[in-house]
């Protein structure tokens, strides 16, 4: 066999072999995926003296999971199989849902039964309402989202049991049919309102509008194409395999954590700007460009790398291409747009914006499309929803993902607490000085 030359991977049909310097050639396992990239299991090299180095995991797979698939380069994005986009076009957000967390598209019965449990668990207790009074009125409704959902551990933890399926299902379903409700209230502690308790007899998108905006004084009436959008965005934002957010929920999940507690770290690390910040990021951009005249200006500076500028709504870790989600996004802005009747200079920015990064060469280069941030900020400000809640909103969309997630980790044979290496350059070992002597 040819000698590798030290520090060459070879990748036969099931193993890679590795040549480790005074270690000779050392094989690892392949293994195989149903889509996408196999990987190395290099699970043992550790035996070998050696930790593999790869600081925000560009490329390390950190589990198995048959969730979600994105292939970035050819901008697919598959649910359980079911690409994105049929399943904004045909299905709701509860059908997905139910698909993320059992495998298949529900039959009627299933359905039924999954919706009669959403609606079981809508309301918080009452209790809940005395955390929200401890906030600043001004406090940003993701730093309340953070505090109000751990929280929720406080009320739940007893009766969990995180290695009993059952206990695992209904913190999901509590999860999923409660967080909406959380956000809401957010949203009315932040302008002085009063709660607005759910109501079962609406679609989840509808409820989630009528908590958002509905006051005691008078009913509030909810168009049938600002309920479709919301559905929607919840549909474009349920899941997206191991970004951030969920990888944090796996690995506080990983301990055996309280699951509530687990999806409040997923909250927080949503929260950033790179992250699932961008969206509000992304309107305050627009509106700072404030007018198509200045895009240049703010081009310039996202390519300056003294300028920690960047385009928001733009680039993304897997997509070298367009995000299938900006796609459909993009459509349902000027649905929205065009049935509200609104001429949103800030959509003229965005698209124009759009055109001139599209065929900038710093761009086209580094492959950074719009993201599906770009859009989802417009529709909701549209709507009428406030940019501080703009990932609030992700973040109840996401919360589904999240469990998912969660369960599949937890439900994964043989599954470890996660538990990284580190490359260590600090001080070796040395003696202490007494003060006197330093
Ligand atoms: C989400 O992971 C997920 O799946 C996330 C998400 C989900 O559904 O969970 O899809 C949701 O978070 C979408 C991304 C939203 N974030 C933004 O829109 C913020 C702006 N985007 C960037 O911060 C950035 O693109 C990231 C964080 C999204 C990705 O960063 P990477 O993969 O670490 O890439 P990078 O920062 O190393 O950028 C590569 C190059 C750099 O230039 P060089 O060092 O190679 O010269 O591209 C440049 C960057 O400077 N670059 C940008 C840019 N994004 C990257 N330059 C200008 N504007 C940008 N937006």
């Given at each position: 066999m040819q000698q590798i030359r030290q520090g060459e991977v070879r990748m036969a049909e099931t193993k890679a072999t590795l040549s480790l310097p005074d270690k000779g050639s050392v094989d690892f396992p392949i293994k195989k995926g149903s889509e996408g990239f196999d990987v190395i299991d290099i699970s043992q090299l550790g035996s070998h003296g050696y930790f593999t180095f790869d600081p925000g995991f560009l490329a390390t797979a950190s589990c198995e999971s048959k969730i979600t698939y994105i292939d970035g380069g050819q901008g697919i994005l598959l649910h359980r199989g079911y690409p994105i986009a049929d399943l904004a076009e045909k299905s709701s957000y509860l059908e997905v849902c139910y698909l993320l967390l059992h495998q298949e598209l529900p039959t009627q019965k299933q359905y039924d039964e999954f919706l009669?449990?959403?609606?079981?668990?809508?309301?918080v207790n009452e209790q809940v309402v005395n955390f929200f009074n401890g906030f600043r009125r001004d406090a940003h409704p993701m730093a309340i989202m953070c505090g109000v959902v751990g929280a929720l551990s406080s009320f739940y933890h007893d009766a969990m049991d995180v290695s009993q399926e059952k206990d695992r299902l209904l913190a999901a379903l509590r999860l999923i049919s409660k967080v909406p409700t959380l956000a809401a209230m957010s949203y009315k502690y932040s302008v002085g309102l009063p709660f607005i308790y759910p109501r079962n007899d609406l679609s989840y998108a509808g409820n989630f509008l009528n908590m958002m905006f509905a006051v005691p004084a008078e009913d509030y009436?909810?168009?049938?194409?600002?309920?479709?959008?919301?559905?929607?965005?919840?549909?474009?934002?349920?899941?997206?395999?191991?970004?951030?957010?969920?990888?944090?929920?796996?690995?506080?999940?990983?301990?055996g954590a309280n699951p509530f507690a687990c999806i409040a770290a997923g909250i927080a690390s949503l929260w950033g700007p790179a992250h699932g910040g961008a969206n509000e990021a992304c309107l305050t951009m627009l509106e700072e460009i404030g007018s198509v005249d200045r895009i240049p200006?703010?081009?310039?500076?996202?390519?300056?790398?003294?300028?920690?500028?960047?385009?928001?709504?733009?680039?993304?870790?897997?997509?070298?291409?367009?995000d299938p989600r900006a796609t459909v996004m993009r459509e349902t802005c000027h649905e929205v747009l065009k049935e509200l009747k609104i001429?949103?200079?800030?959509?003229?920015?965005?698209?124009?914006?759009?055109?001139?990064?599209?065929?900038?060469?710093?761009?086209?280069?580094?492959?950074?499309?719009?993201?599906?941030?770009?859009?989802?900020?417009?529709?909701m400000k549209a709507i009428g929803i406030p940019t501080s809640m703009f990932t609030v909103i992700f973040a109840l969309s996401r919360t589904v993902g999240w469990v998912a997630h969660w369960k599949e980790m937890l439900e994964q044979p043989g599954h470890k607490i996660g538990r990284p290496r580190q490359l260590y350059t600090g001080y070796s070992k040395r003696d202490y000085q007494p003060i006197k002597k330093r």
């Open positions: 009669t449990d959403i609606k079981t668990h809508t309301l009436k909810i168009n049938p194409v600002i309920e479709k959008a919301m559905d929607r965005i919840f549909i474009l934002h349920a899941d997206h395999e191991q970004n951030a957010s969920t990888s944090t929920v796996r690995l506080a999940g990983s301990s200006e703010f081009i310039k500076r996202s390519k300056d790398k003294n300028d920690p500028f960047r385009l928001m709504g733009f680039g993304h870790r897997v997509y070298k291409n367009f001429k949103d200079p800030l959509l003229d920015v965005a698209m124009e914006l759009e055109q001139i990064a599209l065929k900038d060469s710093y761009f086209v280069e580094k492959k950074l499309y719009p993201n599906v941030d770009f859009y989802s900020g417009i529709i």
